[in-house]
């Protein structure tokens, strides 16, 4: 083979949606009967697990807060318990696919899980704020490396035929945290029992660490040959930029937060140039090759996530404006979880190329509309009926999601048929999602802090201006859509 034709090969399959020619004969997409046999069952458990362990953490750890600080003091720290752990686990989900290429599947994941139980042990004993914090990032070192894995495995743990509904999957037990993670924290809340919460995710971790060893693939003949450097100059100007968003919220209102929004989105576009240039990349390095489609799948990616962080302020909007109970608020928080998870169950079964193609141009139109009815409705002491409206224009955006969410990540497996760069455009489908829930979460909590003393107008900042970010989508989105249908 000569080079010339080498990277045309090369180029070919960084198309959306080839199949490499190893694998174009796989035949028709497998169902959920297969996914979950005897044979597979258990690797789909270990991929799914880790990410609902991941997602369920999130919202269990928020519903526990109060109680924490009730507990051992700490409330002007409040917001770094978040923050650490998010951060981390930027971090640690953009050395997925070195640790992948260095140790294989199954010990990747056997250390995300320990390193994952090691934090929850550090949270179960913590005497202060300060090491409640540290055992964060220590969990979310250990959490976006079991949520990144999570995308990166599926090509090498199942058949081709199984990714989409694999992918689809993983990507729904976001939705599954969400629902499980606020009901367990409010339960061990409301026993008082705030540390055994993390008692049960440490014995949760050591079973799928368990699970993992015995399952999963080890490492290849040439594990290390293509890992590169730690690319340190990317992870040090997004680290920073994650942090000066998440700052951002926390700041007196007017020029500091303007300042701090500056920053961080003028390290953003640092990030990009470094990464533009550097031999080390956190995404792949197609990703910024001129008309390489990789790009605009993974902002498309990053702007159906910017949707999903409503709910993080939903259920408060649910209780003030609605008069509802913590419980039933909280729910209402789900709403968009749920139309996400249920979407998928119904997207994983296309399998025309146009098909696919047509989910993802839809999906930002839905979340978008879904948003604005939600915001449009915002009104003070809302009847019922207002209500269940809110909840039906939540879960309509949260299919928009789920329309496109299983075809985006399947779609970044098959862009190589180097298995390794394969993995790793796979694996920053997940770098992607957290960062896009970090910069939207900061910017959000600056949109509901605009609203000063009214509540009515924080929840239409707050849920047009993430609608705002969404409309993006409809350009990314149609020009993944049209790298997919070729």
């Not at 702007?303 to 404006?321: H, K, S, T």
């Not at 790793?424 to 997940?430: F, P, R, S």
């Not at 900061?442 to 609608?467: E, W």
């Amino acid at each position: 083979m000569t080079e010339s034709t080498a990277v045309k090969s090369d180029t070919d399959h960084a198309e959306l949606g080839s199949y490499p020619a190893e694998v174009s004969h796989a035949g028709a997409s497998g169902g959920w009967r297969e996914l979950f046999s005897r044979r597979y069952a258990a690797a789909a458990s270990i991929l799914a697990g880790g990410v609902a362990l991941y997602a369920m953490n999130l919202y269990l750890t928020a519903a526990l807060m109060p109680s924490i600080v009730a507990g051992i003091g700490g409330e002007r720290y409040y917001a770094w318990v978040a923050t650490g752990f998010l951060m981390a686990a930027v971090i640690a989900s953009m050395l997925v696919s070195r640790l992948l290429d260095r140790l294989g599947a199954a010990r990747a994941y056997v250390l995300g899980f320990l390193v994952f139980g090691a934090g929850a042990v550090v949270n179960a004993l913590s005497p202060s704020m300060a090491a409640l914090i540290l055992g964060r990032v220590v969990q979310g070192l250990g959490g976006g490396l079991v949520a990144g894995l999570g995308y990166a495995v599926i090509r090498g743990a199942l058949p081709e035929r199984l990714w989409t509904r694999a992918a689809g999957l993983v990507s729904a037990m976001w939705g599954v945290g969400t629902l499980v993670g606020p009901s367990l924290g409010g339960l061990f809340a409301q026993l008082g029992a705030w540390r055994w919460a993390y008692v049960l995710l440490l014995a949760a971790a050591l079973v799928l660490a368990v699970l993992a060893r015995r399952v999963l693939p080890g490492p290849s003949g040439n594990a290390g040959e293509g890992s590169g450097p730690v690319p340190l100059p990317s992870l040090l100007l997004l680290t920073l930029a994650a942090a000066a968003f998440s700052v951002s919220s926390t700041v007196p209102s007017g020029w500091p937060t303007a300042l701090c929004l500056l920053t961080g989105l003028g390290l953003l576009v640092g990030f990009v140039a470094v990464e533009r240039r550097a031999s080390a990349t956190v995404l792949p390095q197609r990703t910024y090759r001129a008309g390489s489609p990789l790009k605009w799948l993974y902002l498309t990616v990053a702007v159906l996530c910017a949707g999903v962080v409503a709910e993080n302020f939903i259920p408060l909007f649910g209780q003030q404006l609605g008069g509802l109970g913590p419980l039933v608020a909280g729910f209402l928080g789900a709403a968009i979880s749920a139309g996400w998870t249920a979407a998928q169950l119904f997207s994983v079964g296309i399998e025309s190329a146009r098909g696919r193609a047509a989910a993802i141009r839809t999906a930002p139109l839905v979340l978008v509309g879904g948003l604005l009815l939600y915001g449009l409705t915002q009104t003070g002491h809302a009847s019922g009926l207002r209500v269940l409206l809110w909840a039906v224009a939540l879960f309509g955006a949260g299919t928009g999601i789920g329309l496109a969410f299983p075809h985006l990540s399947v779609a970044a497996m098959r862009s190589s048929s180097d298995p390794a760069e394969g993995g790793k455009a796979a694996a920053a489908i997940n770098t992607t999602q957290l960062i896009a829930f970090s910069v939207t979460s900061a910017l959000a909590g600056t949109l509901v802090n605009l609203g000063a003393d009214s509540p009515v107008d924080s929840a239409r900042y707050m849920t047009f201006g993430i609608a705002a970010i969404t409309v993006l989508g409809m350009l990314t989105a149609a020009r993944t859509a049209r790298a997919l249908g070729r």
